[in-house]
């Protein structure tokens, strides 16, 4: 035991692997949040008038809200005024092609090991890339552009297609859905847009890598897609940020829309700074993550590997209103030292037929507490829902915590709902078996956590999936207990 | 209309205050006295409280309720009070009515040295030193508002208090009745159950109601198991439709101690059982079991808390209801296995039947766990019945009722079958098969 705690300790107490700060000039706002920022965001970004209403209203309502008490996570208070509500690169002009890039932020996309240009080649993949709030370049967007698909920044859209933003942004979380949700409407930097026309297979993964990189800049991304009747789109996320002792608010909204037929497929792989071994630093991540099935047959499903950041507080939802929808959420969520997550998922069954599968696997290490919180509604009038959920969480010391709080709210007898949790150990004897077998500790250990994650891990493209596995291992060497 | 009711009752406190003359001095009083600003402070509980998310008490509140202080005459025979007492029981019998201990119908048969079961008043009086110590030192009345109002209105209930190494042989009957016949009225019981080392005994609490006015029942039972000490408690919930049940369970365990608890509720307006548990020393053990039948527009909350304090210890629940109508289930349970409670068991069911369009279940079992080397594992369900059971059923040439009947009563029997006092776990076999429609 005391063996195996000293790996831990000595494992648990490497660097962060991506921890750097980059220089390069960049234009800010001043300290602080009122209308004037909200007006300074909108006019920067050359915003039409509806936006700026939109943002004002958002940014009222939120001077009436409360910052939400009943989460399992703890921090210090926010000061919303010590905080930069707007960080650009200076200069940040469009760019045709990857050699205009400023060779700073190429090096570190390079450090990071994103390098654009093998994507470009190997996997295939747009990149809308955002470092500190404003795309810099997009690529692959006139392949794209051929089909019919829209995938560009969200200012780019709101000077493009105004139209289609000012009919979805705000559909599926509304300005006054929460604390967090509206002040990211108020002072949304940028994000990413993606608009699939009818009946268009998205032939590619879109992706978006997002930078946290001015320090004490709070991140307001805002992502916005939109599937139209018969589409089908896979979107990924992902994420690294540089190492700093300040904490960082990240405050997303993300919305999704699935039309008749269509379906999308939203992965994130998340790997913000989860601060330093006493828990110093670190990424806050208070994300408000939900997609409306609107239309019949429509279909979407989350996926998310969560190891980063110093608090995770996010719940991924699915509104069912189509009938015959399907809502999906697969989670693996990782927490170290003295990180802490508190996630899980809403599925709110409101169409007939309407079917939402549940899969979180929870990893506790160090002294890190992990909560797992869902609800599964199902309303009057949805017949013959179904859900199914199964909730596990894995303890690693003696000194983490694993939570469950799942909430049911049944309301038609048609509906099938099943909940299973479990909670429980690396087996001793499992151990044994695969150390016995001339495999390291360590090696058993990143074995074990990885079969036990897998039915997760699968649902990531193949792209992440890779990625995702080292992570799983790298954020656990060691520590078993 | 909660505030009106609020201060009703704190003005039924200095009524029962007024008639306590030197009493009023007492410790025991004083901590009547802080109960009362507790409760004054924190008020009804209201459906913002995360504790009370699904429970609305507003049906309760809405009503003007007096509190039932001193037990006035009441028209009750020894005719109607057999009535209640279900065939074959052979034991000892308490008679609560509103709360209050009957000295005219209770019937202790139960001759052993060592062995005290009989009313809160009279033990205030022989066993003081008890009281004094373990009263209102488990049920946390500084948090929960009913809790608090329970202990300011603390008059009489059950004193149960066995010596070292006690057994006692013949099963204990609490036989609770609601007298609302004349006015709206509250009863309080507070029941403290005392278990030495090594004792053990059975018992079960059986709730009634006569009459038709709203009656509000708002007990609290504290229970101390030593070590080696043993509990079977049932809880039987017969209530009338106008009735308003609150019961608080808070039972404290040391060493190698064992409770079970079965909780069947198919009668009532509004329940709401909290039954919380701490094992507090190593290798004891906590069963809770429960079964709801309901319909109308009943509403049920069973609420547990199982605290793994210590490691080596071992909880299972199994919770499985019925509901029908316009009825509405409710089930939260917690696991809370603490920092060095290594070696835990715990786990935890919670298995549901809808019945009709407008049926309801709302669930919340949770796991807080914070040891590693442990076991634990929830699970929840809501359904129907199998449709291929009642195609087999069916093809075999039995009715569609009869199959349903069957179906349900199978379901109800894994709890029934907890029930470990032979007469009774007959009687509510038979009790089922007739709320069930047979």
């Not at chain 2, 030192?137 to 149960?160: E, H, P, Q």
């Not at chain 2, 509000?216 to 000490?229: D, G, H, R, Y």
């Not at chain 2, 049920?300 to 919770?319: I, Q």
């Not at chain 2, 019925?322 to 786990?347: C, H, S, W």
Request: aromatic letters at 10%; proline letters at 3%; charged letters at 25%.
């Amino acid at each position: 035991m005391s063996d195996q705690n000293q790996i831990l300790e000595e494992l648990t107490g490497s660097e962060y692997k991506y921890g750097f700060s980059t220089d390069f000039e960049e234009v800010r706002a001043p300290k602080g949040l009122n209308e004037d920022i909200v007006k300074f965001i909108s006019a920067k970004k050359n915003e039409p008038e509806f936006m700026l209403e939109w943002r004002l209203k958002a940014y009222r309502h939120w001077l009436t809200m409360k910052e939400p008490n009943w989460q399992n996570v703890q921090y210090p208070p926010i000061d919303y005024n010590d905080l930069y509500y707007y960080a650009a690169p200076k200069n940040a002009k469009k760019l045709k092609s990857l050699d205009e890039l400023d060779p700073q932020i190429k090096k570190t996309y390079d450090r990071l090991g994103i390098p654009l240009e093998e994507q470009l080649i190997l996997a295939g993949v747009a990149v809308d890339a955002v470092i500190d709030s404003v795309s810099v370049v997009t690529t692959y967007k006139e392949k794209l552009a051929e089909l019919g698909i829209i995938f560009c920044s969200i200012s780019e859209a709101i000077q493009e297609n105004p139209e289609l933003v000012k009919k979805y942004l705000g559909s599926v979380v509304p300005i006054t859905d929460n604390y967090f949700a509206s002040l990211n409407s108020a002072v949304f930097s940028d994000g990413s847009f993606v608009y699939i026309p009818k009946g268009v297979r998205c032939p590619m993964e879109l992706s978006t890598y997002f930078r946290i990189n001015a320090e004490n800049t709070g991140q307001f991304e805002r992502t916005l897609i939109i599937a139209e009747e018969g589409s089908y789109v896979s979107y990924l996320e992902g994420c690294t940020a540089p190492m700093r002792d300040e904490n960082q608010l990240h405050a997303a909204v993300v919305e999704l829309i699935a039309h008749e037929n269509a379906e999308i497929k939203y992965s994130t792989v998340q790997n913000w700074y989860p601060g330093d071994k006493d828990g110093k630093g670190g990424i806050y991540n208070f994300v408000t993550k939900r997609g409306i099935c609107a239309g019949n047959n429509s279909k979407i499903s989350w996926t998310q590997v969560e190891t980063g950041s110093s608090i995770t507080w996010k719940y991924p939802s699915v509104i069912l209103k189509g009938d015959n929808s399907i809502g999906e959420f697969y989670s693996v969520a990782v927490t170290n030292n003295k990180q802490q997550a508190d996630t899980g998922t809403k599925m709110y069954h409101i169409g007939k037929n309407t079917k939402s599968r549940i899969v979180s696997k929870g990893i506790s290490a160090g002294e890190s507490n992990n909560s797992y919180r869902g609800l599964v509604q199902v309303s009057k009038r949805a017949e013959n829902a179904r859900n199914f959920s199964q909730c596990d969480s894995l303890l690693m010391t003696d000194r983490c915590g694993a939570h469950t709080f799942p909430y049911f709210e049944i309301d038609n007898p048609s509906a099938i709902v099943e909940h299973e949790a479990t909670t429980s150990k690396i087996g001793e004897d499992i151990m044994f078996y695969c150390q016995q077998r001339g495999i390291s500790q360590e090696d058993a250990v990143a074995l074990i956590v990885n079969g036990y994650a897998k039915e997760v891990l699968n649902q990531l493209p193949m792209e992440f999936a890779v990625e995702a596995q080292k992570l799983l291992a790298i954020s656990l060497e060691g520590s078993v207990g | 209309m909660e505030e009106e009711l609020k201060y009703k009752l704190i003005s039924d406190f200095k009524l029962l205050e007024s008639s306590l003359n030197g009493e009023a001095k007492s410790p025991f009083h004083k901590i009547r006295q802080d109960a009362i600003s507790v409760f004054e402070e924190l008020g009804f509980p209201v459906k913002k409280l995360e504790e009370w998310k699904y429970t609305n008490l507003s049906n309760i509140t809405k009503n003007r309720f007096r509190q039932f202080l001193i037990p006035e005459k009441i028209n009750l025979t020894f005719e109607e009070v057999a009535g209640f007492i279900y065939p074959e029981f052979e034991g000892n019998i308490i008679v609560l009515i509103n709360g209050h201990y009957s000295v005219k119908f209770s019937k202790i048969v139960t001759q052993k040295d060592g062995v005290f079961i009989g009313s809160f008043s009279e033990a205030r009086e022989k066993h003081n030193d008890l009281i004094q110590n373990y009263f209102a030192k488990y049920a946390d009345y500084y948090r929960n508002s009913l809790t608090a109002l329970n202990t300011a209105f603390a008059i009489d209930g059950v004193f149960i208090h066995l010596e070292k190494n006690v057994t006692v042989d013949e099963p204990l009957l609490i036989l609770n009745i609601a007298d609302s016949r004349e006015e709206n009225l509250i009863a309080q019981p507070r029941n403290l159950f005392i278990l030495e080392e090594g004792s053990s005994i059975l018992m079960a609490d059986d709730y009634y109601t006569i009459g038709d006015h709203p009656f509000f029942t708002n007990s609290v039972t504290e229970i101390i198991l030593k070590q080696n000490a043993s509990l079977e408690h049932y809880k039987i919930q017969n209530d009338g439709s106008n009735a308003y049940h609150i019961g608080t369970i808070q039972v404290e365990q040391e060493r190698d101690s064992r409770f079970s608890n079965t909780t069947i509720s198919w009668g009532g307006g509004l329940i709401r059982n909290n039954l919380n548990a701490t094992l507090n020393g190593e290798n004891s053990e906590s069963h809770f079991f429960g079964l709801y039948l309901l319909k109308d527009k009943q509403f049920v909350d069973n609420h547990t808390l199982v605290d793994h304090a210590v490691p080596n210890c071992n909880s299972n629940e199994l919770y499985k209801g019925l509901i029908d109508d316009k009825a509405t289930g409710v089930f939260n349970g917690k696991i809370m296995v603490r920092k060095d409670a290594q070696k835990t068991n715990a786990y935890q069911s919670n298995k549901n039947i809808l019945l009709s369009e407008n049926a309801k279940i709302n669930a919340k079992p949770q796991l807080e766990i914070f040891a590693d080397d442990v076991k634990c594992s929830h699970g929840a369900t809501s359904g129907q019945l199998d449709e291929n059971s009642m195609f087999y059923l069916q093809s075999r040439g039995i009715s569609k009722v009869e199959a349903k009947i069957l179906l349900m009563n199978a379901f109800s029997s894994e709890v029934i079958d907890s029930v470990k006092i032979d007469s009774l776990r007959q009687h509510l076999h038979n009790l089922i098969l007739k709320k069930l429609g047979k």
